[in-house]
C-alpha cells in the first residue's frame, strides 16, 4: 500500500494516505516519515468518523477471511479497491461497489480512476452503501438452511419448525 500510495502522490499531491490498523508507534513514526497519515489500534469509538473522512477505503490485505472493514467502508458509501483474495469477491462486486483486482499495477490503475472521477466515486459508493445492506445474519441463517437442506437431500416440507417454551 505504501508504494501504491507513493506512485499515485507522483501524479496528484493531492490525495493522501490514511493508514489504520494495528500497529506500535515505531509504525506511526515510519509512516510518518513516508508523508502517510497513521492511526495504529484505533478504538472502535473513531472508526466511524474514519470512515467518514475517506473517499476511498482500499486494502492490500493478500489473506482475509470475511474481511468485515469493507464492508463497514460500504455502508459509509465509500467505493474500495482490493485484491480478488478470499471474501473480498463476495463483499466487493468489481465495477459497481468498487475494484476486485489481480495485481498491483490493476489495483494503481483502479484507484487512479476513483481519485480523477467524483461522479464514478459517488456512484460506486451509493452502490456501496445499498450492497451493504443486503449483508444480514438473517440471509446467512437462511443460505446455511438451505445450503444443510440440499447436502441433506431435503425438500422445505420435510422439514417443520418446532417451537420452543423456556419455562423459568
Not at 470512515?51 to 474481511?67: A, L, Q
Not at 458509501?77 to 466487493?92: F, L, R, T
Not at 475494484?99 to 452502490?127: A, T, W, Y
Not at 440471509?139 to 438451505?146: A, G, P
Request: aromatic share 8%; proline share 4%; glycine share 6%.
Amino acid at each position: 500500500l505504501i508504494s501504491i500510495y507513493e506512485e499515485i502522490y507522483k501524479k496528484n499531491k493531492k490525495v493522501r494516505l490514511l493508514a489504520v490498523g494495528y500497529g506500535s508507534k515505531n509504525d506511526e513514526e515510519l509512516l510518518k516519515n513516508r508523508g502517510i497519515l497513521s492511526i495504529s489500534n484505533a478504538p472502535e469509538e473513531i472508526m466511524s468518523l474514519i470512515f467518514e473522512s475517506c473517499d476511498i477505503y482500499t486494502t492490500c490485505s493478500r489473506w482475509e477471511g470475511f474481511d468485515l472493514p469493507v464492508a463497514e467502508a460500504h455502508s459509509f458509501g465509500k467505493p474500495s479497491v482490493c485484491y480478488d483474495i478470499g471474501a473480498h469477491p463476495e463483499i466487493s462486486r468489481d465495477g459497481l461497489t468498487g475494484f476486485v483486482v489481480k495485481n498491483k499495477d490493476e489495483f494503481l490503475e483502479k484507484l487512479e480512476i476513483l481519485i480523477s472521477d467524483p461522479q464514478k466515486r459517488k456512484e460506486m459508493g451509493q452502490n456501496a452503501k445499498d450492497f451493504s445492506k443486503e449483508f444480514k445474519w438473517e440471509n446467512s441463517v437462511n443460505q446455511y438452511n438451505k445450503l444443510i437442506k440440499k447436502m441433506l437431500g431435503l425438500k422445505d416440507e420435510d422439514v417443520r419448525p418446532v417451537s420452543l417454551t423456556i419455562k423459568h
